[in-house]
């Protein structure tokens, strides 16, 4: 599919031929002409800038404009490995609001984020819904729950459990039946008030892309995550939710509410608000399941 890509331009005379975009160019777009780079391909470029990036003579433009400096010229990374790792382990699923909204501000140096992070073949193509208004997260959680509520009545008898084995297999069916009396307790808390869906969060946050991209799934679960790492340096709290990714893939009528356009999937959902808990200690994860080979 044509995107609308508009290729680099060279300033020759800033040019020093020293071929370093071309190496780093996945798409073949430039090429050494009389010791300068040139464009001869470049309707099969794909936006990504790191021509640009690399040029130590800022002869590269992008759209027009000349590209930003890197504060520490692009030396070494911007922080240190144990600082990183240390950012990674903190990050924690909050499931525990405050009452305080999320200025729409602050909410946009969040999405923002999420724009670095990859794109399979640069696409760019993740959308975000975010829902901030207290009636809206409620009509989103009822018409969620109105759809899992479906789901369990069928697992609890055996012609409703054959025919969501054949709609989702065998393996999903026993995971459900599995979580049964979990259902059970969680419908008893959400009828005293208790909103174990959302976790009472101020902001829900949706990631949607076209479906028939397979990079769709990757990219938006990237980008969100991006989000939540910049949500988590900001103090907010975040908790990535199954839950709504399933409901608005599974359920038309939740689609629909969200607008959703057709032809897109819905491939990653959170919400978000400040947290009410702090976690003074780190979590042990799993070796890696490594093949070496
Ligand atoms: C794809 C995905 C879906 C998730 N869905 C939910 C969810 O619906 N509800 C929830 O409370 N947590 C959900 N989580 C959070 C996980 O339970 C959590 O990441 C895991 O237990 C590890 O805890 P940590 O995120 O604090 O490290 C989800 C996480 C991922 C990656
Ligand atoms: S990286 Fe910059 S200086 Fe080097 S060849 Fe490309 S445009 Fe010219
Ligand atoms: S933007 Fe990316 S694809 Fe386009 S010319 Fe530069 S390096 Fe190549």
Known sequence: MRRNVHPPEVMVEQCIGCQRCMLVCPSFVLELVE?????????????????GAVCPT?????????????????????IPPDLLELLLRERRS????????VPKEILK????????????SNSQ?????????EDQINTLREITLKFYEKIF????????????SLLAGRKTVEYLRDMLPR???????????????????PVVVLTHAESWDSSSAFNCSVALYH???????????????????????????????????????????????????????LVQRRPPRVTWR
């Open 35 to 51: 010791e300068k780079a040139k464009v001869l391909r470049g309707d099969w470029c794909i936006g990504c800038g790191h021509c």
């Open 58 to 78: 800022d002869a590269i433009l992008q759209d027009g404009m000349a590209f930003e400096k890197h504060p520490k010229e692009g030396k070494e990374p911007a």
């Open 94 to 101: 909050i499931r525990n609001f405050t009452t305080e909204p």
């Open 109 to 120: 140096q969040v999405l923002d984020t999420g724009r670095y992070a990859p794109t399979g």
């Open 125 to 133: 193509n993740v959308h975000y819904i975010v829902l901030t208004s």
């Open 153 to 164: 009545s069928k697992v609890t008898h055996w012609p409703g459990r054959l025919l969501l």
């Open 183 to 201: 259902v059970d307790y969680f419908r008893e808390q959400i009828q005293q008030g208790k909103d174990r869906l959302f976790y009472h969060a």
């Open 227 to 281: 989000c939540s790492l910049k949500a988590h340096t900001l103090g907010l709290g975040c908790c990535f939710n199954g839950f709504l990714v399933n409901a608005v893939n599974h359920d038309p009528g939740v689609k629909h509410w969200l607008n959703i356009p057709k032809g897109h999937r819905c491939y990653s959902a959170m919400a978000l608000g400040y947290p009410r808990v702090k976690y003074p200690n």
